[in-house]
């Protein structure tokens, strides 16, 4: 699987919306971008995925870049609860039994009021 | 639906005790992954389990640590003898499709 590069942290205003980028300039045909999030002692939570178009869901946005080598996790008008470590994680959406998912350090995101 | 079930939420003991931890997975999932957080090396996938049968234990630290799952809606991450450096958040989580992976609230252990 593909190794992902981001930011180790980053600050957003209540109510603006938060950009979080991941580079995965190594990313191969197949392979999917994912992204979690991890809330203070909570465990870690499924946002969105996408392989090459754009994917919005009730949580976020996801663009990736036409030529796939890097991507950005939209928060449209973030929260003080989205105050989070947020981690892209690229990989083969396997249906055998590869399931293995390759947990970065991903980017500590304060929301601030 | 419940999701993801752990017991204990925290754990404290002494060196060279026994720990067991538990996971009910959400029903209907078939895959079962058992992962371990510290600050200096992050989430960490022990094992996971496809129906029942352990796929991947190559991230289990060592002999020390076992898991099992005896049926579809229980497994049990059990570490003896324990040491100081097990000290951790131990996640369990579970899926069913290839995208999505659940997790529960964890277990802070603390091995004193």
């Known amino acids: 699987d593909a190794k992902t590069t981001q930011p180790t942290s980053m600050d957003c205003a209540e109510g603006r919306a938060a950009n979080l980028p991941c580079n995965h300039s190594?990313?191969?045909?197949?392979?999917?971008v994912y992204w979690y999030r991890q809330i203070h002692s909570q465990g870690p939570q499924y946002i969105i995925h996408?392989?090459?178009?754009?994917e919005t869901n009730e949580m976020a946005s996801l663009i990736i870049t036409e030529d796939r080598k890097s991507s950005t996790l939209i928060l449209p008008h973030a929260t003080l609860r989205d105050t989070a470590v947020y981690y892209c994680?690229?990989?083969?959406?396997?249906?055998?039994?590869?399931?293995?998912?390759?947990w970065g350090l991903g980017t500590s995101l304060a929301v601030n009021p | 639906d419940a999701g993801v079930i752990q017991s204990p939420r925290h754990e404290v003991t002494e060196m060279g005790q026994e720990v067991t931890l538990r996971c009910k997975p959400i029903?209907?999932?078939?895959?079962l992954f058992w992962y371990r957080q510290t600050m200096m090396r992050g989430l960490e996938l022990l094992i996971y389990?496809?129906?029942?049968?352990?796929?991947?234990d190559s991230g289990m630290p060592e002999d020390r640590f076992s898991a099992k799952m005896p049926n579809a809606s229980f497994s049990t991450l059990k570490i003896q003898p324990s040491e100081p450096r097990d000290s951790a958040v131990y996640f369990c989580?579970?899926?069913?499709?290839?995208?999505?992976?659940?997790f529960g609230p964890g277990t802070r252990l603390t091995v004193l």
């Open positions: 989580a579970s899926s069913s499709g290839v995208y999505e992976q659940f």
């Open positions: 029903s209907g999932h078939d895959y």
């Open positions: 389990f496809n129906n029942n049968v352990p796929i991947d």
């Open positions: 190594t990313i191969s045909g197949n392979e999917y």
């Open positions: 996408g392989l090459k178009n754009n």
């Open positions: 994680i690229v990989r083969v959406p396997r249906a055998g039994n590869n399931r293995k998912l390759i």
